[in-house]
T-cell receptor, first 113, second 113 residues
């Protein structure tokens, strides 16, 4: 079946702009995760959804970052007033439940100029 | 101190040799342990999960867990050039939330023909 998909694959924006990154999980997966990965580092947890609600948003670095999953499927990560330090690969993963295997999408490479 | 520590490498082994990758973690309450493989420019791919002390074997891969020592390792037997990648250790569960995974920064493995 189809895996996790993320759009866009690449996003280049200017400092101060607003961006939205989309994640489409594997069908039937109730849990969805956002991570970001900088070069040479492991993925850094941002937020975890169980269904429509954010079960753990402790990894969001500040209030410029926000994520939603209104219907319990597709999720959007929103970043306001982007900064150069936000440049990274943003990875989405999904799983059947919070304790099951996480399957990663291909990521969105965000570059803030 | 990072929550999950790995030797960054690079680790270089000849084809056919055993590659040994190590990981330590700080949260004693951690319940689930994972090894992911990440090829350059790609997203992480799960290769092994382990939940209880001891060894778990899957083909050429063996994961070893010692919760008392807070240590998890991955052995790759009969290493192949196609095993050349970054290997990420991830830890889940513990005192916070079952869904969140904490990753190390990875060990880069090169298998030389």
């Amino acid at each position: 079946g189809a895996g996790v998909s993320q759009t866009p694959s690449n996003k280049v924006t200017e400092k101060g702009k607003y961006v939205e990154l989309r994640c489409d999980p594997i069908s039937g997966h109730t849990a969805l995760y956002w991570y970001r990965q900088s070069l040479g580092q492991g993925p850094e947890f941002l937020i975890y959804f169980q269904g429509t609600g954010a079960a753990d948003d402790s990894g969001l670095p500040n209030d410029r970052f926000f994520a939603v999953r209104p219907e319990g499927s597709v999720s959007t990560l929103k970043i306001q007033r982007t900064e150069r330090g936000d440049s990274a690969v943003y990875l989405c993963a999904s799983s059947y439940g919070g304790t099951d295997t996480q399957y990663f999408g291909p990521g969105t490479r965000l570059t803030v100029l | 101190q990072k929550e999950v520590e790995q030797n960054s490498g690079p680790l270089s082994v000849p084809e056919g040799a055993i590659a040994s990758l190590n990981c330590t973690y700080s949260d004693r309450g951690s319940q689930s342990f994972f090894w992911y493989r990440q090829y350059s420019g790609k997203s992480p791919e799960l290769i092994m999960s382990i939940y209880s002390n001891g060894d778990k074997e899957d083909g050429r891969f063996t994961a070893q867990l010692n919760k008392a020592s807070q240590y998890v390792s991955l052995l790759i037997r009969d290493s192949q050039p196609s095993d050349s990648a970054t290997y990420l250790c991830a830890v889940r569960g513990g005192n916070t939330n079952a869904g969140k995974s904490t990753f190390g920064d990875g060990t880069t493995l090169t298998v030389k023909p």
